[in-house]
């Protein structure tokens, strides 16, 4: 991060990504940073400058290397190296054994980069101190140190080789945010008056939870690291009984196990909210990869039939809006709201401008209970007014058996129907007024429709800006469930339909097909852990055209 928040406080467009391995210490991972004179929110295949601590870089990401690549790369490790690739070596690791040790390595490497990209040495300084001061001075100044051997080298290279980056700068960007996916989520769901949040780490759901940890105190939120997942859903369910606005976040294979409070939830209508950053499964999966395999695990858990929403944000914005409304929504409707995210997502950084707060609302629905309270009322709209223990004269009874409308187990089957419609029938036709619609991108006039949700927004959306074809638009989700009725419409204008999904079975578009009983055309489907390219998209779209 030291160099990406030195080139977008230089005044550069960056964007982020991270994949590594899952390991506790080890393994080659990488960071792709893209720098430009205009925003960019997505990932690219194409590499022009790799620099490499170690030889296996070269290995792993041989594929995406070209000739016109140029590597930098530490002398000592890419002794071995054949002329074959372009490479200038440096002395990275043996600098850094120099200063301390190698754990420096990475300082020294930014510091080369950030002076081939001409980025005043005072900037990179700044980062520093901001970075490691709490560490205190001593480590401060060694990184100084390190930073400063990065420049040294960087002009060396600046000489032997003539660099030229031809990327205009614009000033306005150094007064943006540099976020990432995860903060995004959790400003969203802070302001939505998120009090209580209770989860057990795992990736990629683990950032979100330390974001809430570390920025919750100046929110009055309470963060609890519960014991295991079963225990940390029920702690959220019961923090939104008793009157807090509550969540937890989580992955696959956590989820599964929280499956039985999910119904928990939808049948004594105790609103929760759930993020679920999704890797690769089944069971561990590749843990610190990405997918998007876990619609149909969030919109059939729980058994019975009950009302819930599912968002999957795609850009900063939406995760921010969507994550304050996921709170709003499984208040007012008394239900289970989920966040779907990912690894990519969730760990992509971009710059972006102030996020508007003017037309945030914290929606109120708890009532004062009197002495005739009913907490399962039957109503029109199946809606009954919720009170919490303690708040008014009345008795709050739940259970999570089949109950009467005062919250009392019952085997009458007449109620039974009539409470099955009030949790389901009758609530998803008021949630059905508030569903997002889904984002055409480009020509209403399209004959081929791109389709996505989540995270390919901006991949998708690059690709089609570069091909620049009015006859093909993109129709993004970021409400899976329910559908927005338009959705139809929209499929059946177009001569040919393409989905974009992370995933070996086209969850969204069998989704589509059971909702509207539309069959999208053609299914591009990826599921080896990696996200989709700009590249990717832009050929499978040139394929589909027949160029």
Same mark, same amino acid.
């Given at each position: 991060m030291i160099?990406?928040?030195?080139?977008?406080?230089?005044?550069?467009?960056?964007?982020?990504?991270?994949? /590594?391995?899952?390991?506790?210490?080890?393994?080659?991972?990488?960071?792709?940073?893209?720098?430009?004179?205009?925003?960019?929110?997505? /990932?690219?295949?194409?590499?022009?400058?790799?620099?490499?601590?170690?030889?296996g870089a070269i290995g792993h990401l041989g594929r995406r290397i070209t000739k016109d690549t140029q590597i930098i790369g530490d002398e000592d490790q890419l002794k071995s190296v054949t002329g074959e690739y372009n490479v200038l070596?440096?002395?990275?690791?043996?600098?850094?054994?120099?200063?301390?040790?190698?754990?420096?390595?990475?300082?020294?490497?930014?510091?080369?980069?950030?002076?081939?990209?001409?980025?005043p040495p005072e900037v990179f300084d700044q980062i520093i101190r901001g970075m490691f001061a709490r560490k205190g001075e001593k480590i401060v100044e060694k990184d100084l140190q390190a930073g400063r051997k990065g420049y040294q080298l960087g002009e060396e290279l600046m000489g032997s080789k003539d660099f030229k980056f031809e990327i205009e700068k614009d000033p306005s960007v150094k007064d943006e945010l540099l976020l990432s996916g995860t903060e995004a989520v959790g400003l969203g769901c802070l302001a939505g008056n998120c009090k209580f949040m209770a989860s057990y780490p795992m990736t990629p759901s683990t950032p979100l939870q330390i974001f809430i940890a570390e920025n919750g105190k100046d929110f009055d939120v309470i963060f609890e690291q519960a014991e295991d997942e079963i225990a940390a859903i029920n702690m959220s369910i019961g923090a939104f009984y008793a009157g807090a606005r509550a969540m937890i976040a989580t992955s696959g294979s956590g989820f599964a196990l929280m499956e039985e409070a999910v119904g928990l939830s939808g049948m004594t209508e105790t609103p929760v909210v759930i993020y679920v950053g999704q890797r690769p499964g089944p069971a561990v999966g590749l843990p610190t990869r990405t997918a998007q395999e876990d619609l149909n695990l969030t919109l059939y858990s729980g058994?019975?039939?009950?009302?819930?929403?599912?968002?999957?944000?795609?850009n900063f914005k939406d995760a921010f809006e969507l994550s304050h409304r996921a709170f709003n929504l499984a208040d007012k409707y008394q239900i289970p709201v989920f966040i779907l995210s990912d690894q990519y997502f969730a760990e992509c950084n971009y710059n972006h401008p102030s996020l508007d707060l003017s037309n945030l609302v914290v929606e109120e629905h708890i009532v004062r209970t009197t002495k005739d309270y009913r907490r399962y009322e039957l109503t029109p709209d199946g809606l009954s007014p919720r009170g919490i223990p303690g708040y008014g004269d009345g008795l709050v009874a739940i259970d999570a058996d089949e109950h009467d409308e005062e919250g009392h187990i019952t085997e009458d089957l007449?109620?039974?129907?009539?409470?099955?419609?009030?949790?389901?029938?009758?609530?998803?036709k008021l949630i059905k007024k508030d569903i997002i619609p889904p984002e055409l991108i480009g020509s209403d006039d399209y004959e081929i429709l791109a389709v996505g949700w989540g995270s390919t927004y901006g991949t998708i959306k690059e690709a089609l800006n570069n091909l620049g074809w009015e006859e093909i638009s993109f129709l993004h989700f970021k409400q899976l469930y329910p559908l927005h009725p338009?959705?139809?419409? /929209?499929?059946n204008k177009a001569d040919k339909t393409v989905i974009f999904e992370n995933n070996a079975s086209a969850q969204f578009a069998n989704l589509i097909r059971v909702e509207t009983g539309f069959e999208i055309d053609e299914k591009i489907l990826k599921y080896n852990g990696m996200p989709f390219s700009v590249e990717e998209v832009t050929e499978t779209l040139k394929s589909i055209r027949g160029l």
């Open positions: 160099l990406v928040r030195a080139i977008k406080l230089a005044g550069y467009y960056v964007f982020s990504s991270k994949e /590594y391995m899952s390991r506790v210490r080890g393994g080659l991972n990488s960071t792709e940073i893209r720098i430009s004179s205009k925003r960019v929110t997505a /990932y690219v295949d194409r590499i022009d400058i790799l620099l490499a601590i170690n030889e070596k440096i002395p990275v690791l043996k600098s850094a054994e120099e200063l301390g040790g190698i754990i420096f390595a990475n300082v020294i490497a930014a510091g080369v980069i950030s002076c081939m990209l001409n980025i058994p019975g039939e009950f009302a819930r929403v599912i968002f999957a944000p795609g007449e109620i039974r129907a009539r409470m099955v419609d009030k949790r389901y029938t009758k609530k998803m338009d959705t139809i419409n /929209y499929l």
